[in-house]
C-alpha cells in the first residue's frame, strides 16, 4: 500500500515501486455516507522528478540571516517528520506535510523566527539541534496555533540547526511567509556581572530580547512563574530610598527585583524589593 486517501486531500505524485509502473486503485465507501464513486486525472512520467528542496533535512535549503521569504507552502513535501521522529517537540502541529530549513551559526547567536499571513491557525514551527528522527537531536525551541508567530532563541556556534514547518492536520499543508532575523549575541547585560550602569535621574532603554535566566539567582517569590527573561542593571543610590519603575513599550506588564551585595553567590534580595506589576 503506497497510501490512504480520503476526501480530497491528495499527495502531489504518488510513485510506483515495481518494474512495469502499474498503480491499482481501490475505492471503498464508508458506511455511512454511500457515494457513487470518484474521478481522478491522472499522468504518467518515466523520470521521476527531484524531491523539493527541503522535504528533509539532507536537501533543506541553508538561510542567510536576515532570511526573508514570502508565499511559502508546505504542500507537496510530505509529512517526513511527526511526533513519533526520535527527539520531536511533541507539539500539535506536527502531523500534516512539512517544510524544512537549516542554519549554521558561525558564533554564539540569538535569533527571532516569525511567521506571518498563515493560511490557518493549526500552523506551527519546530527548531531541532540535528535532524528529527537521528540519535541525539534535540528539540530547541517551538511554537504553534496562529496565523501569526514569532520566538526567539540561542544557538550554538558550528552546530546545525533545523527549522521545520508543519500543521496539525487537517489541513494537511499551509501558505505562510517566513522571517528569520539574528540579534547577535544577545543582551550585553543578561547576566548580574554585566549589568548596565544607571544614572539617578536618568530614563536608560532596554531591551530583554533573547535574554535569559541560566546563571542567576532563582526567580523571586513575587513574580510569576514560567520563563525569565531577565536583563541587569546596577545603581549607586545617594539616600536611604530608591524608587524604580518602568514605563510601558513591548513589555506591558514588567517584573522588578532589587538586590544587593556583589555580583554572584553574594547577591541579596533587598527587603521589599519584588514587585511583579512594575
Not at 526567539?152 to 552546530?159: D, E, H, R
Request: proline share 5%; hydrophobic share 30%.
Amino acid at each position: 500500500v503506497l497510501a490512504t486517501l480520503s476526501g480530497t486531500v491528495v499527495p502531489c505524485t504518488i510513485t510506483a515501486t515495481n518494474a512495469s509502473g502499474c498503480l491499482t486503485f481501490k475505492f471503498v465507501s464508508n458506511g455511512s455516507i454511500r457515494s457513487s464513486g470518484w474521478t481522478a486525472a491522472l499522468s504518467c512520467v518515466t523520470t521521476i522528478p527531484a524531491p523539493l528542496a527541503g522535504t528533509v533535512c539532507s536537501n533543506a535549503p541553508f538561510m542567510t540571516l536576515p532570511y526573508t521569504a514570502t508565499g511559502q507552502t508546505t504542500q507537496c513535501y510530505g509529512d517526513d517528520y511527526n511526533n513519533s521522529s526520535p527527539g520531536s517537540c511533541g507539539t500539535y502541529s506536527d502531523s500534516g506535510e512539512d517544510r524544512v530549513y537549516a542554519y549554521t551559526p558561525t558564533s554564539n547567536e540569538c535569533i527571532g523566527i516569525s511567521i506571518t499571513n498563515a493560511s490557518t491557525i493549526y500552523i506551527g514551527y519546530e527548531l531541532y539541534s540535528g535532524c528529527p528522527g537521528s540519535t541525539g537531536t534535540t528539540c530547541v525551541a517551538s511554537d504553534g496555533g496562529s496565523t501569526s508567530l514569532s520566538g526567539n532563541t540561542t544557538l550554538t556556534a558550528g552546530t546545525t540547526y533545523y527549522l521545520v514547518i508543519d500543521t496539525w492536520a487537517s489541513p494537511n499543508y499551509a501558505t505562510y511567509d517566513l522571517s528569520v532575523s539574528s540579534f547577535g549575541s544577545g543582551p550585553v547585560n543578561d547576566l548580574p556581572c554585566n549589568a548596565t550602569p544607571l544614572t539617578l535621574g536618568v530614563t536608560e532603554s532596554g531591551d530583554n530580547t533573547c535574554s535569559g535566566s541560566t546563571g542567576e539567582p532563582a526567580a523571586p517569590g513575587c513574580w510569576t512563574t514560567g520563563n525569565n527573561n531577565s536583563v541587569w542593571y546596577k545603581v549607586v543610590p545617594t539616600g536611604t530610598t530608591l524608587k524604580i519603575k518602568t514605563i510601558v513599550g513591548t513589555l506591558t506588564n514588567t517584573q522588578i527585583a532589587l538586590y544587593s551585595g556583589t555580583c554572584g553567590a553574594s547577591l541579596a534580595m533587598v527587603t521589599s524589593g519584588c514587585n511583579d506589576d512594575a
